[in-house]
Every structure is written in structure tokens, then in C-alpha cells.
């Protein structure tokens, strides 16, 4: 298992906004696609109007295979452009638990 960790930088007094997007169209074209979803996060401390979600995936192979569907999708090819509108930086790492991690 492999965990896609994304983390946008939302512009100035746009968070609720992004939120309220993600909340009401998003997730629902996202999720059943990319699948597990294990959380989606605000800041509290250190770096502000940041979000962070994190997606479970069996290998890369099937993060490719979810993240092209994604793409291709055409209500998220409609989407997206709403979205883009509030985000200014966008990073995103893969990251690959230990061996004594209890998601493996």
C-alpha cells in the first residue's frame, strides 16, 4: 500500500469556498473513483489556509490507473476549474509506510 499525501495552499479567504466545493461536488466524483480516502485536513498551526488529504492506493500502478480515470472523467474535467480557481501551490508526495506501520 502506498499513501498520496496532497497539499494545496488555498488563497486568501478562500477556504470556505474550497471547502464547500469539495464538500458538495467533489468528494462525490472523487471517491468512488480514487477510492479509500483516509482523511482531509485543515491547518490549525504552522502554515495557514493550507489542505491536506491523503488517499490509499494499493501500489502506483493503481494510483496511475484511479488518477487517469480521474482525469478523464468529464465531470471532473468540468469540475476542476472551480476548484483550480482557489488553490495557489499545490505539492503533493507519495508516501510508503513502514513495515511496522498499522496501514500497510
Do not use: C
Not at 468540468?78 to 509506510?97: G, V, Y
Amino acid at each position: 500500500m502506498i499513501v498520496e499525501e496532497r497539499i494545496y495552499r488555498i488563497r486568501n479567504g478562500r477556504m470556505g469556498r474550497y471547502l464547500q466545493l469539495v464538500r458538495d461536488e467533489g468528494l462525490a466524483i472523487q471517491q468512488p473513483i480514487l477510492g479509500h480516502l483516509i482523511g482531509y485536513f485543515t491547518t490549525e498551526i504552522g502554515p495557514l489556509s493550507q489542505v491536506t488529504h491523503l488517499w490509499a492506493y494499493a501500489d502506483l500502478q493503481d494510483r496511475t490507473r484511479r488518477r487517469q480515470q480521474l482525469a478523464d472523467d468529464p465531470r471532473w474535467q468540468a469540475f476542476l476549474p472551480k476548484l483550480a480557481e482557489n488553490i495557489e501551490q499545490a505539492e503533493n508526495k507519495i508516501l510508503l509506510p513502514t513495515d511496522f506501520s498499522p496501514l500497510r
